[in-house]
């Protein structure tokens, strides 16, 4: 069963302004360690590494079904990317608190994540997915 679902729109030249005007103070207050060496291995997308991991943390809040309230830090949400490039959503803190109060008894959660971008937009889609969990049958070891 579908939880939630989100998307965001993000402006990579907002995201470079950003960057060149807050730097530092901008990149630790929003992104973890591993965002930003992802972002900064990449000097000719920095700003569009960037922006699509700002993309996919406005667009998890809202499937999360609070925006960036309620308590929802930006660092409690990341993107990591499997060998494969895959984008993978990894929650923390009062997001992935917020995720189990959402998720039903006796199901699994996940969080589903697509990235693109086209300069000048970076696009985030995510789509937060409950499966019962599989139980294993009586007398079974």
């Known amino acids: 069963m579908i939880l939630g679902i989100g998307s965001d729109l993000c402006n990579i030249d907002r995201i470079e302004a950003t960057l060149a005007r807050h730097g530092e103070r901008f990149r630790t207050r929003v992104f973890t360690d591993r965002e930003q060496a992802k972002a900064e291995s990449r000097p000719r997308a920095v700003a569009a590494t960037y ?5 996919a943390k406005e667009a998890c809040s809202k499937a999360l079904g609070t925006g ?11 993107v990591t990317n499997l060998e494969t490039g895959q984008p993978v959503m990894h929650l923390t803190g009062w997001a992935a608190t917020r995720l189990a109060e959402m998720t039903p008894p006796g199901h699994s959660a996940t969080v589903h994540l697509t990235l693109t971008d086209d300069h000048p937009w970076a696009q985030a889609f995510v789509v937060i997915e409950a499966r019962p969990v599989l139980q294993a049958q009586a007398g079974q070891t």
């Open 51 to 55: 922006a699509k991991r700002w993309a």
């Open 68 to 78: 960036l309230r309620m308590g929802i830090s930006w660092r409690d949400m990341a």
